[in-house]
């Protein structure tokens, strides 16, 4: 055997090792050499926007905000072992696809001044309980970030931020996260059917202001360098027990407020299938919650719940003092909670979100997530 032949493997090695110590983010200027095990190429993080199924304590910090969870009951059963600011007795779906995504830490809140520096790195959530895509959402919870607040907190302080840490272009960084969206329940619940929208608007022109409005800001984030969103379906929100409460003579859902659940949900589909949206080389998951909570509450046994009307907490009612939505402070929670859709008077408990993100995440089944799953979504 030939000096050349002996030589080929170790040739061959050298080229092998040129390639793996080359940089990974090939045609952008920007981007630094890979970190360890840190590569350009692999879903870091989330970026969070929407309202209180989403959020996971930006509202602690609204002085003059109504809808805070930061007191027990919430929080009961979270790995802190105490109240953060979700809406829930431990994680939220947010929390949930991280662990599945295997993030190594919860996603911090946009408004916690330590939200700052390398903490920003796997993601920010800027999700605010009571607000909605509409900018006059949720003016009766006292203080809220609207959606359209939220996507400038990212662009005008998280971004550049998140340029200077990850040393990456956005452009080049952004198309590395997802962008998970839940925002829409509270233009219905805490607008439209309080009287607040124009006058005489119909409840599918109202709709359809509410989608246009959510496919602009999702531009938005795609203009800035997103390119993998999930968008969350709204919740059948009329069989929650506030709705119940409220129409103490139904002896069922509230069919007016899942109908136009279900019409929003109907226009988000028609807008990702759109030509329209004009965000080439992205993809939009819509995660029907609608489809699959109503799942659970239509035969609750098989996914191990008995209790698909009560609230788990003792909620204070709007004839008391309260709203009819949210935990007392201090009160009680049921001692098993797996068995309770619901938490309090609308937020179901960690049960049900589990649920949620394991059929985000990977479910096969087109009538819950489309047109692929998360997992799917996050390693494309």
Known sequence: MSLKTKSAPFFLLMILTFVFLSPICNGDQYCKFARKN????????????????VDNGN??????????????????????????????????????????????????SFNDPSTKGSKIIHG?????????ILDDTGAVAGEVISLNQQIRNFENVTLPELEEQAECNSKESLKNY?????????????????GLASKNITIQDFTA????????????????????????????????????ARNPNAT?????????????????????DSPTLQMPDSTIVIVNAYKIIMDILQ???????SDT???????????????????????????????????????PTEAVNIVLANKAFSSNLIDEVYPTNVHLLSIV
């Not at 993080?45 to 209180?52: A, E, L, Q």
């Not at 920010?124 to 909605?132: D, R, Y």
């Not at 997802?178 to 309080?194: A, E, I, K, P, T």
């Not at 800001?217 to 009329?238: I, S």
């Open 209 to 244: 202001n509410l989608t246009i409005t959510l496919s602009h800001q999702l531009k938005r984030l795609y203009d800035m360098g997103a390119r993998k969103f999930v968008v969350m379906a709204l919740y059948p929100n009329g069989c929650s027990p506030m709705a119940r």
């Open 252 to 272: 069922d859902c509230i069919q007016i407020l899942n109908d136009a659940a279900q019409l929003f949900n109907t226009n988000l589909r028609t807008l990702v």
């Open 178 to 194: 997802l962008f998970v969206v839940g925002s829409g329940g509270n233009d219905y619940s805490l607008n439209y059917f309080l």
């Open 38 to 53: 840190d590569e350009c190429t692999k879903v870091k993080g989330m970026f969070v926007f929407g309202s209180s199924l």
């Open 59 to 108: 509202n602690n910090f609204l002085v003059k905000s109504l809808a805070k969870a930061n007191y027990l009951p919430y929080g009961v059963d979270f790995p802190l072992l105490e109240p953060t600011g979700r809406f829930t007795n431990g994680k939220n779906v947010i929390d949930l696809l991280g662990d599945h995504l295997k993030i190594p830490t919860y996603i911090p």
């Open 309 to 347: 009307k009560n609230p788990c907490c003792d909620v204070a009612t709007i004839q008391k003092g309260g709203t009819g939505t949210l935990c007392k402070k201090g009160g009680n929670a049921c001692s098993d909670r797996n068995d309770n859709v619901y938490f309090d008077g609308l937020h």
């Open 299 to 305: 035969n609750p046994t098989p996914y191990g719940f």
């Open 124 to 132: 920010v959530n800027f999700a605010s309980g009571g607000s909605g």
